[in-house]
């Protein structure tokens, strides 16, 4: 299995906590900020691991712009800024 790098954000939903990948369009919820947090990285590490097993995890990666540096890790797109913006 690879080791790659990918943002959290978490927000609430109700009383539920809910962790959210960009990169990889991937979301889970837990009780907490933490419990949501760590079953983000078990989503994660599963699909990974089922994408890899069905052989289009580089595609997969290369199509949500994670880019290969010369040692061969993968790394994510940066993100820049997060922010509230109202429309009156």
């Known amino acids: 299995m690879i080791s790659i790098d ?3 954000i978490v927000f609430k939903e109700d009383e539920t906590c809910v962790a959210y990948c960009p990169e990889l369009d991937i979301s889970s919820c837990g ?3 933490e419990h949501a947090k760590e079953m983000l990285k078990t989503a994660v590490r599963l699909f990974l ?6 052989g289009t995890l580089e595609d ?3 199509e949500s712009k994670y880019k290969k540096d010369s040692s061969g890790r993968w790394l994510p797109p940066k993100l820049v800024a997060t922010e509230l913006v109202s429309i009156l």
């Open 31 to 33: 009780n907490t900020v």
């Open 60 to 62: 997969i990666l290369e």
């Open 49 to 54: 691991e089922e994408a890899e097993k069905m």
């Open 6 to 8: 990918y943002d959290v």
